[in-house]
């Protein structure tokens, strides 16, 4: 077990040192002001209040759909065939460290850096919407943060997914052109084949609207949470599976 902490503090260390992760969370500071500003500058041509106390909620199908999808991908990238390339990786094992520690250190340190990254959302979208006079109420605020927590576990089934396909490249940016086509074409799918999303995890991006559903039924979400864990433990052992077997 103390193997595997070093092992997850040190991924964690190599993720914050990594400028495109101080990039990604300058940016994600300022897309809630952009979208507060163009929804405010909007209102006179509305004429109705757009920024209102469920702007939270409304930026998060945004944030789910494109931004945090390519911030998994881009720490993917960087994870795994990034580390392959340039022979990087084969350090960690020349450590006491079985190829499961580096491995589920590895996907722990990424969960942990987008849970980080929808927590920066939900802060500063928070903020944005005090700020431009519409606060949050009691019931709003923990409506919000229960749909932001909804969201990390669909999150965390797409960067599984994320992580069993990296295992095929040997090049970060080969992998990152076939996520966004593979992620794409995920997509697309449902409008081509109406059954496709019972069976894709990249279709439960927007699964936080059902837990701010009162008329959903509980049987529903729990079919879908189910279906989530089940993606993720699939995806993860598959992932490992070739990560184990990976000539490094």
């Not at 002001?33 to 106390?53: D, N, Q, T, W, Y």
């Not at 580096?102 to 980080?116: D, L």
């Not at 979400?221 to 433990?233: D, E, K, P």
Request: with cysteine.
């Amino acid at each position: 077990m103390h193997r595997w902490k070093a092992g997850y503090v040190n991924e964690l260390y190599l993720l914050l040192y990594r400028k495109k992760i101080g990039i990604f969370g300058a940016v994600s500071v300022l897309l809630p002001i952009l979208f507060a500003v163009s929804l405010k500058a909007l209102e006179p041509v509305l004429g109705l209040m757009v920024v209102s106390g469920s702007f939270p909620v409304q930026t998060l199908g945004f944030y789910t759909a494109l931004w945090v999808p390519l911030f998994i991908l881009t720490l993917t990238g960087d994870q795994f065939p990034h580390e392959v390339a340039s022979r990087t990786l084969k350090l960690a094992f020349l450590r006491p460290n079985t190829r499961f520690h580096v491995f589920t250190a590895k996907v722990a340190a990424q969960g942990t850096a987008v849970a980080i990254l929808l927590v920066l959302l939900f802060a500063a979208t928070l903020l944005c919407a005090m700020f431009t006079g519409t606060p949050l109420g009691l019931a709003e605020g923990l409506s919000s943060a229960k749909a932001y927590a909804a969201a990390f576990g669909a999150m965390l089934a797409l960067s599984a997914v994320f992580v069993f396909a990296a295992q095929f490249f040997k090049s970060a940016s080969g992998f990152v052109v076939f996520g966004i086509v593979l992620y794409a074409a995920a997509k697309l799918a449902p409008f081509l084949f109406q059954s496709f999303p019972a069976f894709s995890p990249v279709s439960y991006t927007d699964w936080h609207l059902l837990w701010l559903n009162d008329g959903v039924p509980a049987g529903r979400r729990i079919t879908a949470a189910l279906f989530l864990l089940s993606s993720s433990l699939l995806f993860f052992a598959l992932g490992y599976y070739k990560f184990d077997r990976k000539d490094v």
